[in-house]
Each structure stands twice: as structure tokens, then as C-alpha cells.
């Protein structure tokens, strides 16, 4: 089982930058596509970015994609999420899972097979 370890959240005030990580503690990591959610208080956890295993394929929500870079360093065992202007809408868990389809670009919570303890991102105005 795959276990993931987010890292990098913090509280930072408006138009400010934050890159968040996500380290895996095994190398079947590397073979998986993972994505990032984020989930406000009191509202569902949605998707917000994802790579496909080998960093070819990254694909965004429409809400953000002008503003969230995802990466991943398959030797470091490591998924980055580089967030630009944050706003206090921003402002969530943010929480990275994978799963074994690779190649596909999934962005369903459902579709996720592990997920990590998540890092707390608070923006403000």
C-alpha cells in the first residue's frame, strides 16, 4: 500500500504563491497517475489538478488551471503542486491520491484508490 505525506500548506495572504508536495513511500508510486483535492468546511472534496504516471499528461479544473502548475520527480517519489495568486477562496485541506490506472486522467474522488492526511492551506484577505 502506498502511503502519501503532504507537505507545504501554510497561511499566506492574498496573491501570494505556495508549492505544496506530496512524497510517496514506495516505488509502485511511480507507476501511478495522483491528483490533488481540496476540501473546504462544510463543502464536498473536489478535484482540482492531476498527472498521469510518467508527467505526460497533467490536467486541471477549469477553476484553477490558470493559476496551479502540477509536477512530479519520479526519482524523488514526489508530486508537486505549485499554487500562484492564492485567494481566500483557496482556502481548504488540500489532499493528493493516487491510483494504479496510470495513463488515465481521472478526477472523480472515487476513482482514487489512497489518499494522504492532507495540509492545511489558509488564505488571507
Known amino acids: 500500500q502506498v502511503q502519501l505525506v503532504e507537505s507545504g500548506g501554510g497561511l499566506v495572504q492574498a496573491g501570494d504563491s505556495l508549492r505544496l508536495s506530496c512524497a510517496a513511500s514506495e516505488r509502485t508510486f511511480r507507476n501511478s497517475a495522483i491528483g490533488w483535492f481540496r476540501q473546504a468546511p462544510g463543502r464536498e472534496r473536489e478535484f482540482v489538478a492531476g498527472v498521469t504516471w510518467t508527467g505526460a499528461n497533467r490536467f486541471y479544473a477549469d477553476s484553477v488551471k490558470d493559476r496551479l502548475t502540477i509536477s512530479r520527480d519520479n526519482a524523488k517519489n514526489t508530486v508537486y503542486l505549485q499554487m500562484t495568486n492564492l485567494k481566500p477562496e483557496d482556502t481548504a485541506v488540500y489532499y493528493c491520491?493516487?491510483?494504479?490506472?496510470?495513463?488515465?486522467?481521472?478526477?472523480?474522488?472515487?476513482?482514487?484508490?489512497?489518499w494522504g492526511q492532507g495540509t492545511q492551506v489558509t488564505v488571507s484577505s
Open positions: 491520491a493516487g491510483h494504479r490506472f496510470g495513463m488515465r486522467t481521472l478526477s472523480s474522488v472515487n476513482d482514487y484508490e489512497y
